[in-house]
């Protein structure tokens, strides 16, 4: 499970063990919200400081940093593209 908050980050949570077993760092204010890719290990997220952020889920990494907003980013969306 993921989440998203104040605290500027971005968690993954082991439910059986009821802990944070992953923290990504990155955005420069609150994290409003969040959407899995459904098909590849990447998790989308948008925040206060108007940057929309793709992360590598493994290993953390921010893979891409989005501007171009003028205010907050409240809601991210992605969909599998046709094959």
């Not at 605290?7 to 990155?26: F, P, T």
């Not at 290993?59 to 992605?78: E, P």
Request: include cysteine; glycine fraction near 8%; charged fraction near 25%.
């Amino acid at each position: 499970m993921f989440s998203a908050g104040g605290d500027k980050q971005l968690k993954c949570w082991d439910l059986e063990q009821n802990k944070v077993i992953r923290s990504y760092h990155g955005h420069l204010s609150d994290v409003y919200c969040l959407e899995l890719h459904p098909t590849i290990d990447v998790v989308l997220t948008g925040g206060r400081d108007s940057v929309y952020r793709v992360w590598d889920i493994r290993s953390k990494m921010q893979i891409h940093a989005l501007s171009g907003h003028d205010n907050t980013v409240r809601s991210v969306f992605t969909r599998p593209t046709a094959r």
